[in-house]
């Protein structure tokens, strides 16, 4: 059985707090956790039980309480860059020929609520969304690991929803992944934290990812389109670092992002040009495109299994 937790406070000056999350009801578990390792390490039991209690004692209305990020820092976010066939297609890559995992990180500073603002900074004018699964890391890493997916459930603790937010005109001007996608609130998680069992975990094999802005619909695709899968994933970053508990794995976005990469012709003529000029360019036929974000626009997503047993919720963020 899955099982949806949040970390949430009711009142401003309250101290933190886990729940299980059942029919908009928050049921408070009674551990104190601090982080999500240390729920993931000592209070998972305790989430589960509650979930199968039928006389929970305590309950909150979800209405009623503030939902934080249910990934806490320090943490590592490592992501995945143009993992969707569809998205690679937009690229100008071909999936079929790509040998290669694009791997790079974000600051966990960027981590914020599903229901928070993102802050466009005024130095930014091309912001862009990216709707993503995360996986949250269950066990140590410290070496080398052959990850197969009969083993996820041993590796992978739960997933959420995230939204790798990105300031193009930094990111590919300046050739900085994590520059660009890293500033303060460009890292919406959660709401929730679905815990997995091990009969579950095939899920993350099959979920609709959903990115609205404005009520419009900009992305929509399945993790079974995914081309390099979790498993073969964590195998390879085991090779290059240590992960830890709690620590946040996003696995790429699809199509449909604001960005636009140029004909190869054109980016073949464009290499030809000054530096200076070649971005001015760059910059200038982007702000063209009315799909990137702007104060006042109200960015949705969701991923959900299509039989409704995983229901990651729902972010709704403004940009500010």
């Given at each position: 059985m899955v099982c949806n937790v949040v970390r949430f406070k009711k009142t401003e000056s309250?101290?933190?707090a886990w729940g299980v999350l059942e029919n908009n009801v928050v049921y408070p578990l009674t551990g104190s956790y601090a982080t999500t390792r240390e729920l993931l390490n000592n209070g998972k039991e305790e989430a589960f039980s509650l979930l199968n209690d039928k006389d929970k004692k305590s309950d909150i209305c979800l209405s009623d309480v503030?939902?934080?990020?249910?990934?806490?820092?320090?943490?590592?976010?490592?992501?995945?860059?143009?993992?969707?066939?569809?998205?690679?297609?937009?690229?100008?890559?071909?999936?079929?020929?790509?040998?290669?995992?694009?791997i790079f990180n974000k600051s966990d500073a960027s981590i914020t609520g599903a229901n928070n603002d993102i802050i466009k900074p005024d130095h930014v004018n091309l912001l862009d969304?990216?709707?993503?699964?995360?996986?949250?890391?269950?066990?140590?890493?410290?070496?080398?690991?052959t990850i197969t997916d009969n083993m996820l459930s041993k590796y992978i603790a739960g997933i959420v929803i995230?939204?790798?937010?990105?300031?193009?005109?930094?990111?590919?001007?300046?050739?900085?992944?994590?520059?660009?996608?890293?500033?303060?609130?460009?890292?919406?998680?959660?709401?929730?934290?679905?815990?997995?069992?091990?009969?579950?975990?095939?899920?993350?094999?099959?979920?609709?990812l959903t990115l609205t802005v404005n009520d419009e619909v900009r992305q929509q695709d399945n993790t079974k389109n995914l081309?390099?899968?979790?498993?073969?994933?964590?195998?390879?970053?085991?090779?290059?670092?240590?992960?830890?508990?709690?620590?946040?794995?996003?696995?790429g976005t699809p199509s449909?992002?604001?960005?636009?990469?140029?004909?190869?012709?054109?980016?073949k003529i464009g290499a030809l040009l000054p530096e200076p000029v070649k971005w001015n360019l760059f910059n200038k036929t982007q702000s063209r495109r009315r799909e990137y974000l702007?104060?006042?626009?109200?960015?949705?997503?969701?991923?959900?299994?299509?039989?409704?047993?995983?229901?990651?919720?729902?972010?709704?963020?403004?940009?500010?």
């Open positions: 309250d101290a933190v503030t939902i934080l990020s249910p990934v806490t820092k320090p943490c590592l976010v490592l992501c995945q860059g143009a993992n969707y066939r569809e998205h690679m297609i937009d690229s100008g890559m071909n999936p079929d020929h790509k040998k290669f995992n694009m969304y990216e709707v993503e699964l995360g996986l949250i890391i269950g066990t140590e890493i410290s070496k080398s690991e995230g939204n790798d937010v990105s300031a193009r005109d930094v990111q590919v001007p300046q050739m900085q992944f994590f520059k660009g996608k890293s500033y303060r609130t460009f890292c919406p998680v959660g709401p929730v934290l679905c815990l997995l069992s091990e009969d579950e975990i095939g899920y993350i094999h099959n979920l609709e081309v390099f899968k979790p498993a073969e994933t964590l195998t390879e970053l085991s090779q290059i670092t240590d992960m830890h508990v709690g620590d946040l794995i996003m696995t449909g992002c604001a960005l636009r990469i140029p004909p190869p012709l054109v980016q702007n104060a006042g626009d109200v960015v949705r997503t969701t991923i959900r299994s299509l039989d409704g047993v995983i229901d990651l919720g729902t972010q709704e963020n403004r940009v500010v």
